[in-house]
Protein backbone atom coordinates (compact mmCIF):
# COMPACT_ATOMS: atom_id res chain seq x y z
CA UNK A 1 0.00 0.00 0.00
CA UNK A 2 1.20 3.47 -0.66
CA UNK A 3 0.83 6.10 1.74
CA UNK A 4 0.38 10.01 0.88
CA UNK A 5 3.85 12.03 0.66
CA UNK A 6 2.40 14.70 2.66
CA UNK A 7 1.71 12.82 6.04
CA UNK A 8 5.61 11.91 6.02
CA UNK A 9 6.75 15.74 6.40
CA UNK A 10 7.72 14.81 9.82
CA UNK A 11 10.69 13.17 7.59
CA UNK A 12 11.78 15.87 6.31
CA UNK A 13 13.07 17.65 8.89
CA UNK A 14 16.13 16.89 8.93
CA UNK A 15 16.30 15.95 12.12
CA UNK A 16 17.12 11.84 11.75
CA UNK A 17 19.52 11.56 8.91
CA UNK A 18 17.67 9.71 6.15
CA UNK A 19 19.22 7.01 4.00
CA UNK A 20 19.79 6.21 0.09
CA UNK A 21 20.56 3.05 -1.32
CA UNK A 22 21.27 2.56 -5.25
CA UNK A 23 23.09 -0.37 -7.27
CA UNK A 24 25.90 0.12 -9.42
CA UNK A 25 25.52 -1.31 -13.14
CA UNK A 26 27.27 -4.75 -12.01
CA UNK A 27 23.98 -4.84 -9.06
CA UNK A 28 26.61 -3.67 -5.93
CA UNK A 29 24.80 -1.69 -3.93
CA UNK A 30 26.08 1.69 -2.12
CA UNK A 31 24.04 3.02 1.27
CA UNK A 32 24.48 5.80 2.36
CA UNK A 33 23.11 8.81 4.80
CA UNK A 34 22.47 11.96 2.96
CA UNK A 35 21.68 15.49 4.96
CA UNK A 36 18.61 17.05 3.35
CA UNK A 37 15.43 15.22 1.62
CA UNK A 38 12.60 17.47 0.68
CA UNK A 39 9.06 16.93 -0.50
CA UNK A 40 8.58 18.54 -3.62
CA UNK A 41 4.23 18.24 -4.06
CA UNK A 42 2.77 15.08 -4.01
CA UNK A 43 4.71 12.57 -5.65
CA UNK A 44 8.28 14.05 -5.88
CA UNK A 45 11.61 14.34 -3.57
CA UNK A 46 14.20 16.50 -3.52
CA UNK A 47 18.12 15.02 -2.47
CA UNK A 48 20.55 17.26 -1.11
CA UNK A 49 24.30 15.94 -3.68
CA UNK A 50 26.80 17.24 -1.73
CA UNK A 51 30.03 14.91 -1.99
CA UNK A 52 28.61 11.09 -2.76
CA UNK A 53 29.63 10.94 -6.03
CA UNK A 54 29.04 7.02 -6.27
CA UNK A 55 25.32 7.44 -5.50
CA UNK A 56 25.35 9.90 -8.68
CA UNK A 57 27.11 7.49 -10.86
CA UNK A 58 25.15 4.67 -10.11
CA UNK A 59 21.90 6.55 -10.45
CA UNK A 60 22.96 7.25 -14.23
CA UNK A 61 23.28 3.75 -14.84
CA UNK A 62 20.60 2.57 -12.35
CA UNK A 63 17.88 5.46 -12.04
CA UNK A 64 15.61 3.39 -9.49
CA UNK A 65 16.72 4.09 -5.73
CA UNK A 66 16.12 3.05 -2.32
CA UNK A 67 15.27 6.18 0.24
CA UNK A 68 14.62 5.32 3.95
CA UNK A 69 13.42 8.46 6.33
CA UNK A 70 12.65 8.47 9.84
CA UNK A 71 9.85 10.56 11.40
CA UNK A 72 11.42 12.45 14.13
CA UNK A 73 8.30 12.42 16.36
CA UNK A 74 7.48 8.87 16.68
CA UNK A 75 10.44 7.07 15.22
CA UNK A 76 8.66 5.28 12.37
CA UNK A 77 10.62 4.15 9.82
CA UNK A 78 9.20 4.88 5.70
CA UNK A 79 10.98 3.19 2.80
CA UNK A 80 10.51 4.76 -0.58
CA UNK A 81 10.96 4.18 -3.94
CA UNK A 82 11.93 6.44 -5.66
CA UNK A 83 12.95 6.90 -9.52
CA UNK A 84 15.87 9.36 -10.71
CA UNK A 85 14.51 12.30 -12.90
CA UNK A 86 17.37 14.64 -12.91
CA UNK A 87 19.27 17.09 -11.14
CA UNK A 88 19.07 21.07 -10.62
CA UNK A 89 21.71 23.46 -10.03
CA UNK A 90 19.30 26.49 -9.19
CA UNK A 91 15.82 26.69 -9.16
CA UNK A 92 13.15 27.30 -5.92
CA UNK A 93 14.17 23.61 -5.11
CA UNK A 94 18.29 24.38 -4.97
CA UNK A 95 17.57 27.57 -3.13
CA UNK A 96 15.52 26.33 -0.27
CA UNK A 97 17.61 23.08 0.38
CA UNK A 98 20.84 25.20 -0.34
CA UNK A 99 19.85 28.01 2.67
CA UNK A 100 19.00 24.94 4.85
CA UNK A 101 22.64 23.44 4.19
CA UNK A 102 23.96 26.96 4.95
CA UNK A 103 22.40 27.00 8.58
CA UNK A 104 23.45 23.47 9.05
CA UNK A 105 26.85 24.42 8.75
CA UNK A 106 26.75 27.39 10.25
CA UNK A 107 25.71 25.58 13.25
CA UNK A 108 28.63 22.80 12.68
CA UNK A 109 31.15 25.78 11.75
CA UNK A 110 31.89 24.22 8.17
CA UNK A 111 31.32 26.22 6.18
CA UNK A 112 32.77 24.62 3.13
CA UNK A 113 32.74 20.95 3.79
CA UNK A 114 28.50 21.51 3.08
CA UNK A 115 27.84 23.46 0.11
CA UNK A 116 25.49 21.86 -2.28
CA UNK A 117 26.54 21.23 -5.57
CA UNK A 118 22.86 20.13 -6.96
CA UNK A 119 19.38 18.42 -6.26
CA UNK A 120 18.21 15.07 -7.30
CA UNK A 121 15.08 15.23 -8.42
CA UNK A 122 13.17 11.61 -7.65
CA UNK A 123 9.76 10.54 -8.29
CA UNK A 124 8.10 8.83 -5.67
CA UNK A 125 6.94 5.13 -6.85
CA UNK A 126 5.57 3.55 -3.54
CA UNK A 127 6.05 4.19 -0.11
CA UNK A 128 5.37 1.78 3.09
CA UNK A 129 5.63 1.85 6.62
CA UNK A 130 8.73 -0.46 7.80
CA UNK A 131 7.61 -2.88 10.27
CA UNK A 132 9.00 -1.91 13.82
CA UNK A 133 5.95 0.52 14.94
CA UNK A 134 6.32 3.50 16.53
CA UNK A 135 6.63 5.52 19.42
CA UNK A 136 3.73 6.90 21.28
CA UNK A 137 4.24 9.75 21.97
CA UNK A 138 1.64 12.17 23.16
CA UNK A 139 1.80 15.68 21.58
CA UNK A 140 2.58 18.45 23.18
CA UNK A 141 0.69 20.57 21.72
CA UNK A 142 -1.95 19.61 18.68
CA UNK A 143 -1.37 20.03 15.71
CA UNK A 144 -3.59 22.03 13.70
CA UNK A 145 -3.15 25.36 16.60
CA UNK A 146 -0.71 27.18 13.70
CA UNK A 147 -3.63 29.29 12.99
CA UNK A 148 -5.04 30.13 16.74
CA UNK A 149 -0.98 31.19 18.03
CA UNK A 150 -0.95 33.42 15.24
CA UNK A 151 -4.35 35.22 15.69
CA UNK A 152 -3.25 35.20 19.68
CA UNK A 153 -0.05 36.44 19.48
CA UNK A 154 -1.16 39.65 16.19
CA UNK A 155 -4.25 40.24 18.36
CA UNK A 156 -1.98 41.49 20.92
CA UNK A 157 0.34 43.56 18.61
CA UNK A 158 -3.18 45.55 17.34
CA UNK A 159 -3.77 46.82 20.94
CA UNK A 160 0.17 48.02 21.12
CA UNK A 161 0.23 51.89 20.30
CA UNK A 162 3.64 52.80 19.90
CA UNK A 163 6.90 50.65 19.14
CA UNK A 164 8.01 49.87 22.88
CA UNK A 165 4.31 48.63 23.61
CA UNK A 166 4.39 46.98 20.23
CA UNK A 167 7.79 45.09 20.90
CA UNK A 168 6.78 43.89 24.46
CA UNK A 169 3.28 42.87 23.16
CA UNK A 170 4.95 40.52 20.38
CA UNK A 171 7.80 39.27 23.00
CA UNK A 172 5.12 38.39 25.69
CA UNK A 173 2.28 36.64 23.51
CA UNK A 174 4.75 34.76 21.78
CA UNK A 175 5.96 33.27 24.74
CA UNK A 176 2.12 32.82 26.23
CA UNK A 177 1.22 31.29 22.44
CA UNK A 178 4.39 28.84 21.55
CA UNK A 179 5.93 27.82 25.52
CA UNK A 180 8.86 27.95 24.78
CA UNK A 181 11.72 29.50 26.48
CA UNK A 182 13.09 32.49 24.87
CA UNK A 183 13.11 35.11 21.96
CA UNK A 184 14.85 37.81 20.54
CA UNK A 185 13.29 40.73 18.12
CA UNK A 186 16.80 41.90 16.10
CA UNK A 187 16.57 44.57 13.37
CA UNK A 188 18.26 44.92 10.91
CA UNK A 189 20.97 47.90 10.43
CA UNK A 190 21.44 48.25 6.44
CA UNK A 191 24.61 50.55 7.23
CA UNK A 192 26.49 48.20 9.30
CA UNK A 193 25.16 44.82 7.50
CA UNK A 194 23.98 43.00 11.16
CA UNK A 195 21.61 42.73 13.07
CA UNK A 196 21.12 44.36 16.28
CA UNK A 197 18.32 43.03 19.45
CA UNK A 198 16.10 45.33 20.49
CA UNK A 199 14.30 43.24 22.88
CA UNK A 200 14.06 39.76 24.48
CA UNK A 201 12.58 37.82 26.90
CA UNK A 202 13.86 34.67 28.63
CA UNK A 203 18.05 34.86 28.40
CA UNK A 204 19.45 35.89 31.65
CA UNK A 205 21.03 39.13 30.35
CA UNK A 206 18.58 41.20 27.51
CA UNK A 207 21.42 41.53 25.44
CA UNK A 208 19.93 44.73 23.82
CA UNK A 209 22.31 46.12 21.60
CA UNK A 210 23.94 42.89 20.58
CA UNK A 211 25.14 42.84 16.82
CA UNK A 212 24.60 39.51 14.99
CA UNK A 213 26.20 40.07 11.35
CA UNK A 214 24.43 38.93 8.33
CA UNK A 215 25.13 35.19 7.19
CA UNK A 216 26.20 34.26 10.73
CA UNK A 217 24.34 31.89 12.98
CA UNK A 218 20.69 30.97 12.04
CA UNK A 219 19.18 34.16 12.90
CA UNK A 220 22.25 35.98 10.77
CA UNK A 221 21.39 33.72 7.72
CA UNK A 222 17.50 33.62 8.08
CA UNK A 223 18.16 37.63 7.69
CA UNK A 224 20.75 37.23 4.45
CA UNK A 225 18.56 34.89 2.84
CA UNK A 226 15.28 36.23 3.88
CA UNK A 227 13.69 32.71 4.52
CA UNK A 228 12.64 30.73 7.65
CA UNK A 229 15.11 28.75 9.06
CA UNK A 230 14.45 25.73 11.21
CA UNK A 231 16.74 23.71 13.79
CA UNK A 232 14.78 21.01 15.29
CA UNK A 233 17.29 18.96 17.11
CA UNK A 234 20.49 21.21 17.76
CA UNK A 235 22.26 18.11 19.54
CA UNK A 236 23.26 17.24 16.23
CA UNK A 237 24.95 19.91 15.97
CA UNK A 238 28.43 21.02 18.02
CA UNK A 239 27.74 23.78 19.91
CA UNK A 240 28.37 27.67 18.05
CA UNK A 241 30.83 29.19 19.80
CA UNK A 242 31.93 29.45 23.56
CA UNK A 243 29.77 30.33 25.79
CA UNK A 244 30.48 34.39 26.81
CA UNK A 245 29.34 35.45 29.82
CA UNK A 246 27.80 39.25 29.40
CA UNK A 247 30.07 41.57 31.24
CA UNK A 248 30.58 45.31 31.68
CA UNK A 249 34.54 44.73 30.99
CA UNK A 250 34.14 42.81 28.03
CA UNK A 251 31.53 44.71 26.38
CA UNK A 252 34.01 47.91 26.87
CA UNK A 253 36.53 46.04 25.59
CA UNK A 254 34.93 44.88 22.65
CA UNK A 255 32.63 47.63 21.86
CA UNK A 256 30.16 45.13 21.54
CA UNK A 257 26.89 43.60 23.84
CA UNK A 258 27.30 39.86 24.12
CA UNK A 259 24.42 37.89 22.57
CA UNK A 260 21.98 35.79 24.72
CA UNK A 261 22.12 32.44 24.60
CA UNK A 262 20.32 29.53 25.90
CA UNK A 263 22.10 27.48 27.06
CA UNK A 264 20.75 23.29 26.04
CA UNK A 265 19.11 24.94 23.30
CA UNK A 266 17.54 22.02 21.38
CA UNK A 267 15.65 23.81 18.76
CA UNK A 268 16.12 27.13 17.08
CA UNK A 269 13.60 29.35 14.42
CA UNK A 270 14.49 32.07 12.56
CA UNK A 271 11.91 34.19 11.07
CA UNK A 272 12.66 37.49 8.45
CA UNK A 273 10.72 40.45 8.92
CA UNK A 274 9.90 41.97 5.75
CA UNK A 275 8.18 45.25 4.27
CA UNK A 276 7.49 46.70 0.98
CA UNK A 277 10.27 44.36 0.19
CA UNK A 278 13.02 45.58 2.41
CA UNK A 279 14.57 43.44 5.54
CA UNK A 280 13.40 45.02 8.71
CA UNK A 281 14.69 42.58 11.17
CA UNK A 282 14.68 38.77 12.24
CA UNK A 283 12.54 36.89 15.14
CA UNK A 284 14.50 34.49 16.50
CA UNK A 285 12.77 31.94 19.35
CA UNK A 286 14.71 28.99 20.94
CA UNK A 287 13.74 26.06 22.85
CA UNK A 288 15.42 23.20 25.04
CA UNK A 289 12.96 20.76 23.55
CA UNK A 290 13.49 19.07 21.11
CA UNK A 291 11.62 19.66 18.16
CA UNK A 292 9.74 22.54 19.36
CA UNK A 293 8.77 24.35 16.59
CA UNK A 294 7.21 22.62 13.41
CA UNK A 295 6.07 23.27 9.96
CA UNK A 296 3.05 24.77 11.38
CA UNK A 297 4.85 26.91 13.70
CA UNK A 298 7.16 28.29 11.16
CA UNK A 299 4.26 29.13 9.25
CA UNK A 300 2.39 31.08 12.10
CA UNK A 301 5.65 32.73 13.14
CA UNK A 302 5.96 34.10 9.47
CA UNK A 303 2.64 35.64 9.73
CA UNK A 304 3.53 37.07 13.21
CA UNK A 305 6.99 38.60 11.67
CA UNK A 306 4.74 39.99 8.62
CA UNK A 307 2.90 41.82 11.07
CA UNK A 308 5.11 42.52 13.58
CA UNK A 309 7.50 44.39 10.42
CA UNK A 310 4.10 46.45 9.59
CA UNK A 311 3.36 47.53 13.04
CA UNK A 312 6.84 48.80 13.07
CA UNK A 313 6.75 50.11 10.21
CA UNK A 314 3.66 51.78 10.93
CA UNK A 315 5.06 52.77 14.41
CA UNK A 316 7.97 54.65 12.31
CA UNK A 317 5.28 56.47 10.59
CA UNK A 318 3.03 58.13 13.08
CA UNK A 319 6.37 59.09 14.72
CA UNK A 320 7.10 61.05 12.28
CA UNK A 321 3.21 63.14 12.53
CA UNK A 322 4.20 64.34 15.86
CA UNK A 323 3.48 68.35 15.95
CA UNK A 324 6.39 70.70 16.42
CA UNK A 325 7.68 70.66 19.77
CA UNK A 326 6.76 72.63 22.13
CA UNK A 327 8.05 75.33 24.51
CA UNK A 328 11.66 74.78 24.94
CA UNK A 329 12.51 73.18 28.30
CA UNK A 330 15.89 73.37 30.06
CA UNK A 331 16.03 71.14 33.22
CA UNK A 332 19.06 72.38 35.37
CA UNK A 333 21.05 69.35 36.33
CA UNK A 334 20.37 67.67 39.32
CA UNK A 335 23.49 67.57 40.65
CA UNK A 336 26.98 68.73 40.00
CA UNK A 337 28.60 65.81 39.54
CA UNK A 338 30.28 65.00 35.69
CA UNK A 339 29.00 62.26 33.87
CA UNK A 340 31.56 61.43 31.76
CA UNK A 341 30.71 60.84 27.64
CA UNK A 342 32.83 59.43 25.35
CA UNK A 343 32.66 59.19 21.93
CA UNK A 344 35.02 57.24 18.99
CA UNK A 345 34.22 58.39 15.83
CA UNK A 346 35.25 55.38 13.96
CA UNK A 347 32.27 53.36 14.95
CA UNK A 348 30.49 55.78 16.50
CA UNK A 349 30.74 53.66 19.79
CA UNK A 350 30.17 55.52 22.75
CA UNK A 351 31.07 54.78 26.83
CA UNK A 352 29.30 56.18 29.50
CA UNK A 353 31.31 56.51 32.85
CA UNK A 354 33.83 54.19 31.03
CA UNK A 355 31.05 52.37 30.19
CA UNK A 356 30.00 50.88 26.75
CA UNK A 357 26.75 52.12 25.41
CA UNK A 358 26.22 51.80 22.16
CA UNK A 359 27.98 52.18 18.73
CA UNK A 360 26.71 53.23 15.09
CA UNK A 361 23.54 54.78 13.88
CA UNK A 362 22.47 55.04 17.56
CA UNK A 363 25.47 56.13 19.14
CA UNK A 364 25.74 59.06 16.40
CA UNK A 365 21.86 60.09 17.51
CA UNK A 366 23.03 60.49 20.99
CA UNK A 367 26.15 62.42 20.08
CA UNK A 368 24.22 64.82 18.16
CA UNK A 369 21.85 65.61 21.26
CA UNK A 370 24.13 65.91 23.62
CA UNK A 371 26.35 68.11 21.86
CA UNK A 372 22.62 70.40 21.03
CA UNK A 373 22.34 70.50 25.06
CA UNK A 374 26.05 71.20 25.78
CA UNK A 375 25.40 74.40 23.13
CA UNK A 376 22.28 75.59 23.96
CA UNK A 377 20.57 73.40 26.84
CA UNK A 378 18.35 72.08 24.67
CA UNK A 379 16.76 68.72 26.23
CA UNK A 380 13.56 68.26 23.72
CA UNK A 381 13.63 67.18 20.06
CA UNK A 382 11.06 65.96 17.67
CA UNK A 383 11.43 63.26 14.95
CA UNK A 384 10.95 65.40 12.02
CA UNK A 385 13.69 67.60 12.94
CA UNK A 386 16.27 64.44 13.67
CA UNK A 387 14.68 63.48 10.40
CA UNK A 388 15.68 66.93 8.52
CA UNK A 389 19.16 67.30 10.48
CA UNK A 390 21.63 67.04 7.81
CA UNK A 391 24.56 67.01 10.40
CA UNK A 392 23.59 63.42 11.52
CA UNK A 393 24.46 62.26 7.83
CA UNK A 394 21.84 59.66 8.38
CA UNK A 395 19.79 58.14 5.23
CA UNK A 396 19.19 55.09 6.73
CA UNK A 397 16.96 57.17 10.05
CA UNK A 398 14.86 57.99 7.53
CA UNK A 399 13.12 54.83 8.18
CA UNK A 400 14.38 53.61 11.15
CA UNK A 401 14.63 56.54 13.72
CA UNK A 402 11.74 54.97 16.75
CA UNK A 403 13.70 51.46 16.08
CA UNK A 404 16.87 53.43 16.85
CA UNK A 405 15.52 55.73 20.03
CA UNK A 406 13.94 52.64 21.61
CA UNK A 407 17.27 50.90 21.18
CA UNK A 408 19.20 53.87 22.68
CA UNK A 409 16.60 54.40 25.46
CA UNK A 410 16.38 50.88 26.29
CA UNK A 411 20.35 50.38 26.65
CA UNK A 412 20.40 53.28 28.42
CA UNK A 413 18.11 52.02 31.22
CA UNK A 414 19.75 48.95 31.05
CA UNK A 415 22.83 50.54 31.97
CA UNK A 416 20.89 52.67 34.48
CA UNK A 417 23.00 55.30 33.15
CA UNK A 418 22.90 59.18 34.48
CA UNK A 419 21.63 59.87 31.02
CA UNK A 420 17.95 59.28 29.72
CA UNK A 421 15.46 59.67 27.07
CA UNK A 422 11.66 59.85 27.55
CA UNK A 423 9.17 60.29 25.29
CA UNK A 424 7.01 62.76 26.36
CA UNK A 425 4.56 62.69 24.20
CA UNK A 426 4.07 60.99 19.90
CA UNK A 427 7.02 62.03 18.13
CA UNK A 428 8.77 64.04 20.99
CA UNK A 429 12.09 62.71 22.53
CA UNK A 430 12.86 64.71 26.17
CA UNK A 431 17.08 64.20 26.85
CA UNK A 432 17.47 64.32 30.73
CA UNK A 433 21.41 64.61 31.94
CA UNK A 434 21.24 63.55 35.76
CA UNK A 435 24.88 65.42 35.81
CA UNK A 436 27.35 68.10 34.76
CA UNK A 437 28.25 66.55 30.77
CA UNK A 438 31.52 66.11 29.95
CA UNK A 439 32.16 65.18 25.94
CA UNK A 440 35.13 64.00 24.86
CA UNK A 441 35.26 63.16 21.53
CA UNK A 442 37.65 61.02 19.67
CA UNK A 443 38.38 61.60 15.90
CA UNK A 444 38.52 59.11 13.25
CA UNK A 445 41.53 56.54 14.12
CA UNK A 446 41.84 57.36 17.56
CA UNK B 1 40.25 -13.91 16.59
CA UNK B 2 41.49 -10.58 16.19
CA UNK B 3 41.97 -9.73 12.85
CA UNK B 4 45.94 -9.63 11.64
CA UNK B 5 48.06 -7.16 10.50
CA UNK B 6 47.92 -6.66 6.28
CA UNK B 7 43.79 -7.33 6.36
CA UNK B 8 41.23 -5.93 4.80
CA UNK B 9 40.03 -4.79 8.50
CA UNK B 10 42.54 -3.50 10.28
CA UNK B 11 42.70 -4.22 14.09
CA UNK B 12 41.66 -0.33 14.24
CA UNK B 13 39.03 -0.43 11.84
CA UNK B 14 37.46 -3.91 13.25
CA UNK B 15 37.12 -1.61 16.69
CA UNK B 16 35.44 0.46 15.12
CA UNK B 17 32.57 -1.43 13.59
CA UNK B 18 32.19 -3.27 16.44
CA UNK B 19 32.01 -0.01 18.78
CA UNK B 20 28.67 1.88 19.01
CA UNK B 21 28.00 2.89 15.45
CA UNK B 22 24.62 3.46 13.55
CA UNK B 23 24.71 0.41 10.98
CA UNK B 24 22.49 0.44 7.52
CA UNK B 25 22.66 -2.22 5.04
CA UNK B 26 22.63 -1.95 1.20
CA UNK B 27 21.29 -4.75 -0.91
CA UNK B 28 19.04 -5.11 -3.77
CA UNK B 29 18.03 -7.64 -6.78
CA UNK B 30 16.53 -7.22 -10.09
CA UNK B 31 17.79 -4.01 -10.47
CA UNK B 32 15.69 -2.62 -7.33
CA UNK B 33 17.71 -1.34 -4.17
CA UNK B 34 17.15 -2.13 -0.48
CA UNK B 35 17.96 -0.96 2.86
CA UNK B 36 18.34 -2.48 6.23
CA UNK B 37 19.74 -1.98 9.68
CA UNK B 38 22.13 -3.95 11.05
CA UNK B 39 21.73 -4.56 14.91
CA UNK B 40 25.86 -5.57 15.64
CA UNK B 41 28.78 -6.52 14.08
CA UNK B 42 31.71 -8.80 15.00
CA UNK B 43 34.88 -9.08 12.92
CA UNK B 44 36.12 -12.73 12.88
CA UNK B 45 38.54 -14.62 10.82
CA UNK B 46 41.39 -12.07 10.98
CA UNK B 47 40.01 -9.32 9.35
CA UNK B 48 38.40 -11.96 6.59
CA UNK B 49 34.67 -12.28 8.30
CA UNK B 50 32.56 -9.03 9.27
CA UNK B 51 29.39 -10.56 10.76
CA UNK B 52 25.87 -8.41 10.92
CA UNK B 53 23.03 -9.23 12.19
CA UNK B 54 19.55 -8.30 10.54
CA UNK B 55 16.28 -8.65 11.99
CA UNK B 56 14.38 -10.94 9.47
CA UNK B 57 11.20 -9.87 10.66
CA UNK B 58 11.69 -6.20 9.90
CA UNK B 59 14.46 -6.04 7.32
CA UNK B 60 13.46 -9.29 5.22
CA UNK B 61 14.14 -8.12 1.68
CA UNK B 62 17.52 -7.23 2.82
CA UNK B 63 17.84 -10.60 3.88
CA UNK B 64 15.95 -12.26 0.92
CA UNK B 65 18.38 -10.42 -1.55
CA UNK B 66 21.83 -11.28 0.93
CA UNK B 67 20.03 -14.86 0.27
CA UNK B 68 19.69 -14.22 -3.56
CA UNK B 69 22.83 -12.99 -4.64
CA UNK B 70 25.00 -11.79 -1.76
CA UNK B 71 26.12 -8.76 -2.88
CA UNK B 72 25.65 -5.98 0.01
CA UNK B 73 27.10 -2.71 1.09
CA UNK B 74 27.59 -1.94 4.83
CA UNK B 75 28.04 1.35 6.15
CA UNK B 76 28.87 2.25 9.80
CA UNK B 77 28.69 5.65 11.02
CA UNK B 78 29.41 6.99 14.23
CA UNK B 79 26.40 9.05 15.91
CA UNK B 80 28.38 11.77 18.02
CA UNK B 81 30.93 13.09 14.87
CA UNK B 82 29.58 11.33 11.62
CA UNK B 83 32.94 9.36 11.21
CA UNK B 84 31.77 6.46 8.58
CA UNK B 85 32.78 3.36 7.09
CA UNK B 86 31.21 1.24 4.07
CA UNK B 87 32.34 -2.20 3.49
CA UNK B 88 31.66 -4.00 0.09
CA UNK B 89 31.28 -7.36 -0.19
CA UNK B 90 29.12 -10.62 -0.97
CA UNK B 91 27.35 -12.78 2.13
CA UNK B 92 28.63 -16.20 1.82
CA UNK B 93 26.56 -17.45 4.79
CA UNK B 94 22.98 -17.00 6.75
CA UNK B 95 22.27 -18.65 9.44
CA UNK B 96 20.56 -17.74 13.20
CA UNK B 97 23.29 -16.35 15.24
CA UNK B 98 25.60 -18.33 17.54
CA UNK B 99 25.26 -18.14 21.13
CA UNK B 100 28.10 -15.33 20.94
CA UNK B 101 26.59 -13.73 17.96
CA UNK B 102 23.38 -13.12 19.64
CA UNK B 103 25.06 -11.61 22.94
CA UNK B 104 27.08 -9.36 20.83
CA UNK B 105 23.73 -7.90 19.12
CA UNK B 106 22.08 -7.19 22.59
CA UNK B 107 25.27 -5.78 23.92
CA UNK B 108 25.39 -3.65 20.66
CA UNK B 109 21.64 -3.17 21.24
CA UNK B 110 22.23 -1.91 24.44
CA UNK B 111 25.47 0.18 24.30
CA UNK B 112 23.62 2.65 20.65
CA UNK B 113 20.95 2.85 22.47
CA UNK B 114 23.65 4.45 25.03
CA UNK B 115 25.39 6.45 22.43
CA UNK B 116 21.88 8.21 20.94
CA UNK B 117 20.69 8.57 24.40
CA UNK B 118 23.67 10.99 25.45
CA UNK B 119 22.66 12.58 22.14
CA UNK B 120 19.43 13.59 23.30
CA UNK B 121 17.65 10.54 21.96
CA UNK B 122 15.87 8.81 24.60
CA UNK B 123 16.14 4.59 24.88
CA UNK B 124 12.36 4.50 24.30
CA UNK B 125 12.43 6.74 21.34
CA UNK B 126 14.95 4.80 19.55
CA UNK B 127 13.65 1.40 20.60
CA UNK B 128 11.75 1.39 16.81
CA UNK B 129 15.30 0.94 14.69
CA UNK B 130 16.26 -1.77 17.02
CA UNK B 131 14.12 -4.84 16.39
CA UNK B 132 16.19 -8.10 17.47
CA UNK B 133 13.18 -10.33 16.24
CA UNK B 134 14.23 -13.28 14.14
CA UNK B 135 17.48 -12.54 13.99
CA UNK B 136 20.17 -13.82 10.88
CA UNK B 137 23.72 -13.23 11.04
CA UNK B 138 25.16 -12.29 7.57
CA UNK B 139 28.40 -13.11 7.50
CA UNK B 140 30.35 -10.54 4.90
CA UNK B 141 33.20 -11.44 2.84
CA UNK B 142 35.11 -8.08 2.47
CA UNK B 143 36.26 -6.65 -0.67
CA UNK B 144 36.29 -3.37 -0.72
CA UNK B 145 36.62 -0.41 2.35
CA UNK B 146 35.32 3.20 1.71
CA UNK B 147 36.16 5.86 4.08
CA UNK B 148 32.93 7.93 4.13
CA UNK B 149 33.05 10.42 6.44
CA UNK B 150 31.14 13.75 5.11
CA UNK B 151 34.18 15.92 3.66
CA UNK B 152 36.69 15.85 0.82
CA UNK B 153 37.91 12.25 1.70
CA UNK B 154 34.07 10.90 1.26
CA UNK B 155 34.35 7.92 -1.09
CA UNK B 156 37.99 7.62 -1.03
CA UNK B 157 38.77 3.87 -0.74
CA UNK B 158 40.39 2.83 2.26
CA UNK B 159 41.41 -1.13 1.22
CA UNK B 160 40.71 -3.28 -1.45
CA UNK B 161 41.11 -7.20 -1.50
CA UNK B 162 43.76 -8.12 -4.08
CA UNK B 163 43.14 -11.22 -7.00
Not at chain 1, 66 to 80: F, G, H, I, N
Not at chain 1, 221 to 227: F, S, T
Given at each position: MTLPLATLDGCFEGVVPSIVCTLAADGTPNVSYLSHVARLGEAQVALSNQFFSKTAANLRSIPRA????????????????ILYRGSREDGPAFARMAADLRATSAQLGVTDVMRLRAVDIFDVLAVRQVRGGRVATAPERPAGQGLVRALAVTEALTRAT???????????ALAAAFGHEATLVLLHDPGRGCLVALGSRGYGASGIG???PLGEG????????????????ASRLRRYGAAIEASAELEARTRSVALPRLPEAMSQVAVPMEVQGRLLGVLFLESTRRMAFGAEDGLALSLVARQLGTAIALAEAESGEAAAAGPQGSTPPVTDRPVQVTHHAQDDSVFIEHEYLVKGVAGRLLIWMLHAYQAGGRVDFTNREIRAEGA?????????????????QRRLEEKRAPVRLLRPARGRIRLEVQGRLVVTSHRRGT | MRPVQGSLISAELAAFLESPVMIILGTGSAGVPEIGRGLGASVEGGGDALYVMVSAWQWPETVANARANGRIAATFARPADYVTYQVKGRVDLIAPPTPALHACAMHYAARIAEALAELGLSPEHTAPWRSDRDLAALRIRPAQVFVQTPGSRAGRLLAERRG
Open positions: ALLVVDPTDSAQYRLDELAGVVDAVLDAEVLAGLAAQDRRLLRVGDLRLPELKDNLETRLLLL | -
